[in-house]
């Protein structure tokens, strides 16, 4: 079997081991003992490769260089998921937890066209104000303020879902002036996420 390119054969030793996982985790022996006098060809043969493909990488690589992989890579969405959570664990960055995170996320989950999943917002409702008792309405604002920050919270986690094999976010997710509430400049975002970017690509890219 000869695989196209690199990535063509990341991306397939590490769809097989969802597929080995969903039979039992014991391909190789059932591929192996159904052919009792012939030779293993065609799917069977292709998906067996697969799956020593991915036993090798995953003996040979180290943890973060195995993680960086499965979670640019990796169609299954809870080992991306958590692979892009042990990057950001181990991840070296001058940027706050949260903007690292979120450039570890789009790093892994890239914006594609034609793909599009808006969050709906809900508007800040207008302050409640009474001159003849000041500070009457200060808690109920505030309260109301809070719902509506937890309901746009709530609104942009439904927008991340699960589109045919692709894990889908919403456009605000690569807006990196959400990713830090500082209100730095945005040189300074940039210069953040190409750290990050570069780091991770140096993981997988240098193996």
Known sequence: MIYRNVVSAVVRALA???????GGCDFEPKVQTSKLGGEIIGKDAALLIDCMVHKVLHAQLAPRHWNALTAKYCTHKGRKVES???LVAVL???????????AVTA?????????????????????????R??????????????AVDRAN?????????RSSDMIVLADSNYDMTTWDNQGLTERTY?????????ALEGWWMKR
Do not use: M
């Not at 097989?16 to 969903?22: D, K, L, M």
């Open 16 to 22: 097989a081991e969802t597929i080995n996982s969903a």
């Open 84 to 86: 892009i959570g042990r």
């Open 92 to 102: 070296r960055s001058p940027a706050p937890q949260l903007f690292t995170r979120k």
């Open 107 to 131: 790093w892994a989950v890239p914006q594609i066209k034609g793909i599009k999943r808006e969050a709906v917002k809900v508007a800040a409702p207008e302050r409640r104000e009474d001159t």
């Open 133 to 146: 008792e000041p500070g009457q309405w200060g808690w109920r604002n505030n309260a109301a303020l809070a």
């Open 153 to 161: 919270q709530a609104s942009e986690e439904r927008a991340v879902c």
């Open 190 to 198: 940039r210069r953040w996420n190409q750290a990050i970017k570069g």
